[in-house]
């Protein structure tokens, strides 16, 4: 099958429906009917940039207002009422299928996008149990850490490594083909995951430590290792991941930096992780504003979205048809 379809790894649908965390945004979480240029994503730009499948990462943070800063959830409950709130946000757009099983992606329909659940850090995980509900829940692209270590893994702002229930929690997840989103993870975690779950990793939006150093962007020891392996990079377009912020407007052409490094070292492992709606909308890269921006970009530059689109889908296929 030859199609430009996008299938984005990480799009933070979530962070846009949570009242709280919205606040990080600059953008109201108004209905997505309608077609503003003034936000990352709505349903007719997904229409006409064609996109097909949304990986959404729900969100292990929130906002504390009054201090101005991320804290962690670290209740089950807490989390599982902000997933119910995303639920409950979707199910008002018949254009979103949630997928959790080969029955939901098999009968997607053509005018629908379909959803992967996935969480962004499993601080209010404390046993086996709490995964097994998780999986329950659907969600399959598990992120095992944000940048702050947990009882599983070290984040990129800690050295922590793989903790044995981090080695038991890969253990589950590759027994039922699950999808551990090795993004936030500091150097040694991604390491020991790499190892203990050859097939069943993936960067979700990551760029390269080549074009621009930054500390979620992938050195060359890593791609080394992974580079031959049945994996995903999602390149993405998180405004510090391209360049400094500081001094520099991010823009689409450091992306295409990134995408052409990438498919010369293996051309199979390129996706698209756009991180939209996981940063404020006016930092957004130029030439890659909101998603209509975005396709436009990837066309004008002549990327092989059909070759990226088909590269993801295989892989999540391989995974689905266990579920
Ligand atoms: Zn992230």
């Known amino acids: 099958m030859k199609s430009d379809f996008i299938f984005d790894l990480h799009l933070d649908l979530e962070v846009y429906f949570n009242k709280n965390l919205n606040n990080l945004l600059n953008i109201p979480s108004d209905s997505l009917l309608t077609f503003k240029k003034e936000r990352h994503f709505d349903l007719i730009q997904a229409k006409k940039a064609k996109i097909k499948f949304i990986v959404s990462q729900i969100q292990s943070l929130k906002y504390d207002l009054k201090n101005k800063k991320l804290k962690i959830i670290s209740n089950l409950q807490e989390f599982i009422y902000n997933y119910h709130n995303f639920i409950n946000k979707l199910k008002i757009y018949p254009q979103f299928k949630i997928i959790k099983n080969f029955d939901n992606f098999n009968t997607l329909k053509l005018n629908q996008i379909g959803i992967f659940l996935g969480v962004e850090g499993l601080y209010f995980v ?56 090795c993004a936030h993870l500091n150097y040694f975690s991604a390491n020991e995951v790499i190892k203990l779950a050859p097939k069943n990793f993936i960067f979700s939006h990551n760029n390269l430590k080549s074009i621009f150093n930054f500390k979620q962007n992938l050195n060359q020891k890593i791609l080394n290792r992974i580079k031959n392996k049945q994996t995903l990079i999602g390149l993405t377009l998180l405004p510090p991941a391209l360049s400094d912020i500081s001094k520099n407007k991010p823009t689409f052409q450091a992306w295409i930096k990134n995408y052409k ?53 295989n892989y999540f296929q391989s995974k689905i048809e266990k579920w």
């Open 126 to 181: 404390k046993k086996l149990k709490d995964l097994e509900i998780l999986w329950n829940l659907g969600i399959r692209v598990f992120g095992l850490t944000w940048n702050f270590k947990n009882r599983i893994a070290g984040g990129l702002d800690s050295d922590e490594r793989l903790t044995s229930l981090g080695k038991s929690t890969l253990d589950f997840l590759v027994k039922r083909e699950g999808i551990i989103d």
């Open 261 to 313: 490094k990438l498919i010369q070292i293996n051309p199979k492992i390129v996706a698209i992780g756009t991180d939209y709606f996981g940063f404020n909308f006016v930092d957004s890269p130029q030439g890659a504003k909101n998603y209509l921006k975005f396709r436009k970009s990837l066309v004008k530059y002549k990327v092989k979205i059909d070759k990226i689109f088909l590269n993801t889908l």
